[in-house]
């Protein structure tokens, strides 16, 4: 019998004991077992936070982000291993798509964030604070990684994507992570964290496994770590409210199932492209993944006039709903993960039953194909009826985590979204209308009781990701029930593994701390120009002090014919009552433009092109007769790898364009974006 192991402290190893039995969802069989008794979990901890996160911490945003990506690119080279053992969960291959595919696609996604972060181990965060008179003194804030480790308590449902959506945000951040998986699907988690450790790509102790129950797992975390639990909400908030959690203040994320809505518009009547897009929607909610998704719909919220249309179209699409074996040529739906998941939804189902009425299924008599029904997890889809919602209240309480929902009418709009807000926070909610309008009332009404809203019609549809599908560049999490907790969301997940920390000194210190020029800082002259030096060989601050130009009406003139920029305010000297400009004004972009005439090195040299302009802003009038110069001063420096062996060697380096006119003051500011060869082609 086959014993699947941890991963911990450099090496695998079995648990202690006869171990907990692991069964293949379809078949019944016993796959093997797995144990976590007799693991030293201080020491596991202990070893994330002196060998895993020491070697995360002397990475760069950069050089992180690149670890991600590599990684992502070899488990979706090697993805048909997962599926292959996947189907034992009882999934379908749509259900394993998400699950292994969408995982690895959080990697893929988080690894691109690289390019909202510094080049550094830690993040600059915002904007310089001044905080004197005369600019000697101010603040900012960094972002750290926090120096401990990430434990991640994860649900039975998606062993491969509730995985990797976390660990690619906290190795991001520069943070080592502990995985426990669920006991009862911990075999597929196991198969990716062996192919994982094997790749080499993740320094060693950056990810560790724990199979089996997992008991005290998080009995030694302290103040620098994190934990972070998905599953049912009753288990999270007593893990979130143990003693030494509050006492050491440790952050707690905890994503709990919840009972997820989705609303019918009173526009989208029979006949409508939005009434088909509902019934598919809603179908798709309880059928993937056998209706074990934190985000199933639970709720189905439609106009009271329309309750039996969907009724019957609903059902009529669940008939054709095959249930059995996935790899039978024709099933559309698999099994639940256990058969223990099966009593627990048959329990819940039956206590719904005393406050409303089945419409479609049968938990007793369904057909299955491919399979014997009594040997596996399987479980008929199931939908109830609840014609008084307000008062017949056991559904906005009870979640059967299964093929389980119910119908419920709504008289008006204010209704509907009350309803939506009785299951008392969730993860998301749908509602399906053409109605722009309304579709802004019921969001803006709904928005405080969930973490996403999918507003879905006709126009997204054919590319919508769908009601029950979080994306990695959005907040995942949503209030009250759904735990108060937030997963992804691009760069604000990564932010949740960093300690922000304000710091304050003069320009020049926080500069060579922050490696991001702070106005007020040195400004060494550059010599030779900044434009004939490597990516390697410019330093933060040194700056080019340019030659100075006087403008002229002609130059207004000529920049108005050349740009066809003919605004009153620069060619109408007649209309400037009323406004705030004492005469014709210079063009903002003519400005610009002559400031880039004035700071470029027009001979070749290192720098490869300028690609865009941040932070622009004219903040003076500039008249005919004023003299403009530039301060143009290397603010940040960003590495940037080869995509391949013929590939230039290259960094990105931002420049601070402060344009400023005779009386000393600044007229304008921009970022400008340059891609500047290394001196190393080899790096």
């Known amino acids: 019998m086959k014993t699947y192991e941890n991963y911990v402290q450099g090496k ?54 690149r670890m991600l990506k590599a990684l992502a690119l070899h488990l979706i080279s090697i993805k048909e291993k997962f599926y292959t053992l996947s189907a034992a969960t009882g999934a379908t291959k749509i259900d394993s798509w998400i699950d292994i595919e969408g995982g690895i696609g959080n990697l893929f996604a988080n690894a691109s964030l690289r390019r909202q972060f510094p080049d550094l181990p830690y993040y600059v965060d915002g904007s310089a604070a001044p905080l004197s008179k005369n600019g000697t003194f101010i603040g900012h804030h960094i972002m750290v990684p926090k120096r401990g480790v990430a434990v991640h308590i994860n649900a039975f449902n998606f062993p491969i994507w509730g995985m990797l959506e976390k660990i690619a945000v906290n190795l991001m951040a520069g943070v080592p ?44 975390v302290d103040l620098q770590d994190v934990v972070t639990f998905t599953g049912s909400a009753h ?64 709720r189905i919220i439609v106009p009271e006039n329309l309750v039996e249309d969907v009724e019957t179209a609903l059902s009529k699409r669940l008939d054709k709903n095959v249930i059995g074996d996935p790899s039978v040529e024709g099933v559309r739906m698999g099994a639940l993960a256990t058969k223990t998941q099966v009593d627990r939804v048959r ?29 596996g997890a399987f479980f008929s889809p199931i939908i109830f009826r609840n014609s008084d919602p307000f008062n017949k209240t056991d559904v906005h309480n009870i979640e059967a ?46 928005a405080h009781s969930n973490g996403r809203i999918l507003v879905l019609n006709e126009c997204c549809a054919k590319e919508s990701t ?73 330093e933060i601050g040194e700056t080019v002090f340019t030659h100075k130009h006087t403008v002229t009406t002609t130059d207004i003139v000529n920049f108005a014919n050349v740009s066809g920029d003919n605004f009153y305010a620069h060619m109408d000297e007649t209309s400037l009552d009323g406004t705030i400009f004492e005469e014709r004004v210079a063009h903002g972009y003519f400005i610009l433009s002559k400031a880039a005439g004035l700071f470029v090195e027009p001979k070749k040299g290192p720098v490869l092109l300028n690609y ?72």
């Open 347 to 375: 329990e819940s189902v039956e206590t719904l039953m005393g406050s409303q009425e089945v419409v479609y299924g049968d938990m007793d008599n369904f057909e299955v194909m491919g399979a014997d029904k009594n040997k």
């Open 235 to 298: 288990t999270g908030k007593k893990l979130k409210g143990l003693p030494h959690i509050i006492e050491n203040s440790v952050p707690f994320n905890l994503e709990a199932d919840s009972l997820n809505a989705c609303v019918l518009g009173a526009d989208a009547v029979p006949g409508t492209a939005e009434f088909d897009l509902f019934i598919k929607e809603v179908q798709k909610e309880i059928t993937v993944k056998t209706g074990q998704k934190c985000t199933a719909v639970r």
């Open 12 to 65: 695998w190893i079995s648990g202690d004991g006869e171990g907990f039995a692991l069964h293949n969802a379809i078949t019944g069989e016993q796959l093997g077992t797995c144990s976590s008794e007799g693991l030293d979990y201080a020491a596991i901890l202990d070893y994330g936070r002196t060998v895993g996160g020491p070697a995360l911490r002397k990475m760069t945003f950069q050089e992180r982000g």
């Open 401 to 446: 985590f299964g093929p389980v929902s119910t119908i419920m009418p709504y008289k008006d709009l204010d209704e509907a979204s009350r309803l939506v807000e009785m299951g008392r926070g969730s993860l998301v909610t749908s509602i399906v209308t053409a109605d722009n309008q309304l579709a802004r009332e019921f969001v803006v009404n709904t």
């Open 612 to 683: 865009g302009i941040d932070e622009c802003r004219f903040t003076k009038p500039v008249y005919a007769g004023a003299t403009i110069g530039v301060r143009f001063t290397v603010k940040e420096k960003i590495d940037q790898e080869k995509r391949s062996e013929d590939d230039i060697a290259k960094g990105i380096v931002k420049f601070l364009v402060d344009i400023y006119d005779e009386t000393g003051e600044t007229v304008g500011l921009a970022t400008i974006l340059t891609m500047v060869r290394k001196l190393d082609q080899n790096s």
């Open 466 to 538: 769908g009601h029950g599908s979080p994306m990695p560049l959005l907040t995942h999490g949503g209030p009250g029930r759904a735990g108060g907790g937030e997963e992804m969301g691009g760069k604000r997940g990564i932010l949740h593994y960093l300690q922000r920390t304000a710091i304050q000194g003069h320009p020049e210190t926080i500069t060579r701390i922050t490696e991001q020029f702070q106005v007020g800082a040195d400004m060494p002259e550059a010599n030779p120009h900044v434009f004939r030096k490597h990516f390697e060989e410019l």
């Open 177 to 220: 992570a502990v995985v426990k998986p669920s006991e009862y699907t911990c075999y597929l988690t196991e198969l990716m964290v062996r192919e994982i450790i094997a790749s080499g790509i993740l320094p060693e102790g950056s990810l560790q496994l724990v199979c089996g129950l997992g008991r005290g797992i998080i009995d030694h």
